[in-house]
């Protein structure tokens, strides 16, 4: 069979799958997901060895982190079960009433959520995605194409295998709400089928999401770059901008709510810079600062050779994800927005000001997913936003914006039911016989 | 100036007028919008002698029908004007905090509804769309790119100039919140402009659709078909049957809405089908059915020379939107779900029964942005679900389904203020030292 068949058909085989799961209740759903939970922690054995044998296969092949992020243990196995109880303890979204509206007697227009249908997720390295994806899937009623990197395709197999055994026929759950895509070239297929997948999640590489953002007319949700900046204000406490500011870069700075630019109002920046350079420079971040930054930092007799650089324009849009930040200072709140506008990615952007009327322009002029105000870039995260399980952070305007959880996954639906004698039709209110009500019930 | 260039600099305007309409709070869109229905009244004259201008030049080139869509008398800028006031009157779709967390002491995350941005609406031949889509995006806080047909192009361009005169610097509003493209090769050049434009809406023909999906990465909303189906239940009151199956295929039939298909259940086919056949042919419908719908319309003694065909299978996918209607026999509510699923084009579809478990079958399992029971399709209209204005149907699952309303226009934004006396860092709660307590404050 060619490819294009081949996906072709996985892709019929979901679509009837996600008419299957609209039959289960979302107890039958929490169910299957703790039964999978179980099932998961019984066969770590054969995890292990699968993963074990990608390992070996990738080994010299793909970079110490790559591996890292490739190998699982039974800490890990554990933790994935750990996370499908944990999404199974969330509640449902699908199903829920968003509005009753009462068009007229014995008329009734209700909004409910419903699931998207099929969702197609293309993920990279960690085959904990797997489990973490297909539980998501379930506990939102959506039938799921996965496709994994190659170097962990025995680990992905055998976790695909575990998950539609578990869940075959359990409450009447279809095996194939989950299915597991093993070749590159699927890629290329998958993203074709737009008549059977309603979204794409990639989740990887910025050079992924771009992928698939140009190869595809279904919608994805996704963040192709992270360029977060911090501004700090005239008004800002220097110790709280300094705490931020280094948080922000150097907690974890290979991750895409990571600072990358730092501007500074130019009535704080001979105060500011120097503190926050000094504490940069101990953690060995390599600073690249525009002329008034540099002369700042001369003037204050800072110097570390081969560490402090003067900024390109193009350092303005970079996403380094390594220890390397933009200085630049600004006149005022405005520049520092329209800065971010230009050159940030419209993920996540933070002021620090004392200044209240300042933060209240920043946050509402700045058009990013998240802007915060006195805190880290770093919040931006679907756990610490209190999500409970992070399908992805969007830095499109459509659909679901920056963390998206497992609401995500759904879409919404009007139903009109007609309880009248003589059934709803529209003539009467066209000639205006009958008028609407239009009665908010919920 | 090239074309391009020219495109982009409105683009470009269009982006800055997006963010000074941020400035702007409800009471000041409310009170443009009054005085913008006061000018548009005041200008009556103006607008009539523009577009008897354009109905002579079209006179002969265009269908009476468009003709008809173009001409606009005192009675229509009137209605233009009302429009607007009861736009005015909607509920501000922006501003609105969705929810908000307590992350920890002092640290609050707040969901909040923001305008989109910049809205481009390519609509056809009706010149009020022009006040109807203006007025839509000052309520919602969006700067918007109009393209209208040439036929009415000197009517849409004084409405343009009269909104823009109207709308300058008045309560600081930017004129370039609304601004008219002129020739038809604008369209492919503007919708190049992923860059700045956030949102396109077609309105207009499905051939328009579906050259504005082919041709932009930026998101669209619209729905290129209404292929729409009646399905009668075995068990459907026969009476209700014969009045919806009427009303959704002869109550307008040129609209999106109306059936194409009506299907029919084996069990009451014998019945139904020469009552509403009779009724059909009455007001001239034609009737293609399938094999088992033409013996039952022969056994009754049904014949219409040439009002009588044979479906072919590409009969059960077209939208006639015409007095044409396909009819097929089913065997249950099953073979109707699987037959609607295939067929239909996910606008609306309705089930006419008295069996609440067929019922919900039909509405749970019928993939569709409107489903309706004992109902005819042709309510699915932002009108009649009471949502105030329609900015569009769409039959995409994503951002919008079925009728939406001006919250069409809005996306959201997270918001995180710190109020600690430290700057709020995530190195803590990464350590373990600090834990969030994710409390819903609303």
């Known amino acids: 069979m060619s490819l294009k068949s081949l996906v072709l058909q996985e892709c019929e085989r979901a679509k009837e ?20 939970a179980q099932d998961i922690e019984a066969n770590a054995g054969k995890i292990l060895a699968a993963n074990r044998n990608d390992a070996a296969l990738s080994k010299g092949r793909i970079s110490p982190e790559m591996l ?46 419903v699931p998207l249908g099929v969702v197609c997720c293309i993920f990279e390295s960690r085959p904990e995605a797997v489990v973490q994806i297909s539980a998501l899937a379930i506990k939102s009623g959506n039938a799921v194409l996965l496709k994994g990197g190659s170097e962990a395709l025995h680990t992905n197999r055998i976790l695909t295998e575990i998950i539609r055994n578990s869940i075959k026929d359990n ?7 989950v299915q597991l895509l093993e070749t ?27 992928f698939v953002r140009e190869n595809t007319r279904i919608p994805v949700m996704g963040h192709a770059e992270g360029v977060c900046t911090v501004y700090i ?46 504490k940069y420079l101990e953690s060995s971040v390599e600073l690249r600062g525009d002329e008034e930054t540099l002369k700042i930092l001369r003037d204050a007799g800072i110097d570390a050779p081969g560490k402090i ?25 405005q520049e520092a927005v329209a800065f971010i506008n230009r050159h940030g990615s419209g993920h996540t952007d933070a002021i620090v000001t004392e200044n209240q009327s300042h933060a209240k322009k920043f946050l509402t002029m700045v058009d990013s997913s998240s802007v915060m105000w006195n805190a880290s870039t770093r919040f931006a995260d679907g756990y610490r936003y209190g999500l409970g399980a992070e399908v992805g952070i969007s830095t499109g305007k459509i659909h679901a914006r920056g963390p ?26 066209a000639e205006g016989k009958r008028k609407f009500t239009h009665r908010k019930v919920m």
């Open 171 to 177: 409450k009447g759950m279809p095996e194939d709400a």
């Open 184 to 210: 590159r070239e699927a890629i290329r297929e998958v993203l074709k089928m737009d008549e059977f997948i309603d979204l794409v999640i990639p989740r990887g590489s910025s050079q992924l999401v771009r």
């Open 17 to 36: 799958a996600a008419q299957k799961l609209l039959l289960l209740s979302p107890e039958d759903k929490q169910f299957v997901l703790f039964e999978l």
């Open 404 to 429: 998206v959880g497992v609401e995500g996954l759904v879409t919404h639906k009007w139903i009109l039911e007609g309880k009248g004698r003589f059934g709803h039709i529209v003539a009467p209110y």
């Open 68 to 113: 890292k992020r490739l190998q699982v243990d039974k800490k890990k196995v554990h933790a994935m079960a750990g996370m499908v109880r944990s999404v199974a303890g969330l509640e449902d979204p699908a199903g829920k009433i968003i509005s009753t509206t009462e068009l007229d007697k014995g008329l009734l227009l209700k909004k409910i959520s």
């Open 233 to 278: 204000d005239k008004d800002a406490d220097l110790a709280k901008a300094v705490s931020i500011a280094y948080d922000a870069k150097c907690q974890y700075p290979a991750v895409c709510n990571a600072a990358e630019n730092l501007i500074v109002h130019r009535g704080i920046a001979d105060k500011f810079i120097p503190a926050i350079a000094r």
């Open 309 to 333: 650089k003067k900024a390109s324009e193009k350092d303005w849009a970079t996403e380094y994800s390594d220890l390397i930040i933009s200085i630049k200072v600004v006149s005022d709140v």
